[in-house]
């Protein structure tokens, strides 16, 4: 059944494989994101799907609140979201500011908790509802990631929050844990470390149980499944997709 769905940091990287992959799946696709999203939503729209692209600020409250007011204008009530707008602001502990703590908790954990808020509302007067949030290998823990580590472990707990809370009305939440993933952020953590990326990748994979770096489809096949009408016996979930056990 086509839905309308809200894809947070949907202008790249992981957040437009998502928007992409719902879209191939029949979904109404919002994508929201400071950045461009211009290619995200070309790219669908060139497929055959219908998307359109927002600016808006995950830690802004009243940023989330007109964003998702104008894609249920738009696009008909959001019943799906995927959280995964974030930023880095990486930093040993005795460098890094609060400035930098602060910022990065408000747009991953911050963010989330206002986008699902302000969907919840269409979610259980459709009843039905999935939501889908980006937590990360981090949160067990990474040198220089005091403020990321926090915000991907933060969003475990809320995401087993809300499934406790919002079950009831058919609502779903989950959480997905990727490893390392072929992205712009993962290329930026290793400009952050002075490393080369293919010898940084090399040294990645030689981690990893399957033999290979993750790429953001693999994400967005996960994401696919979570939001499926097949997965309503799934909640509360935090699925570590890094080609290898993890926790």
């Known amino acids: 059944m086509a839905r309308t769905a809200i894809v947070t940091g949907g202008g790249r990287g992981i957040g ?21 999203t211009e290619d995200t939503v070309a790219a669908i729209t060139a497929a055959g799907g219908e998307a359109i692209g927002l600016d808006a600020d995950v830690s802004d409250e009243t940023s989330v609140n007109g964003a998702v007011a104008e894609v249920a204008d738009r696009l ?12 880095l602001r990486d930093n040993l502990l005795f ?47 990474n040198r220089g990631q005091t403020n990321y580590s926090a915000a991907k472990a933060g969003i475990q707990g809320m995401t087993k929050t809300w499934a406790i809370e919002l079950g009831k009305f058919g609502i779903t939440a989950n959480a997905i844990a990727p490893g390392f993933i072929e992205t ?35 994400i967005a096949n996960t994401a696919a499944f979570l939001v499926s009408e097949g997965a309503g016996f799934v909640s509360g979930q935090v699925i570590y997709v890094a080609g290898g056990p993890k926790e």
């Open 16 to 36: 437009a494989a998502i928007a992409k992959k719902l879209a191939a799946e029949g979904h109404r696709v919002a994508v929201l994101d400071m950045g461009p």
């Open 76 to 87: 008909g009530a959001p019943t799906v979201l995927i959280n995964n707008a974030g930023i």
């Open 95 to 141: 460098k890094m500011t609060y400035e930098e703590f602060e910022k990065v908790l408000s747009v991953h954990l911050g963010g989330a908790f206002l986008m699902a808020k302000a969907v919840q509302e269409h979610m259980v007067a459709e009843k039905f509802g999935r939501i889908v949030s980006m937590s990360s290998t981090s949160a067990l823990g």
């Open 184 to 218: 712009d952020m993962t290329k930026a953590t290793a400009d952050r470390v002075g490393v080369d990326f293919e010898d940084f990748k090399k040294a990645a994979i030689s981690q990893i149980p399957v033999g290979r770096a993750g790429h953001p489809e693999d």
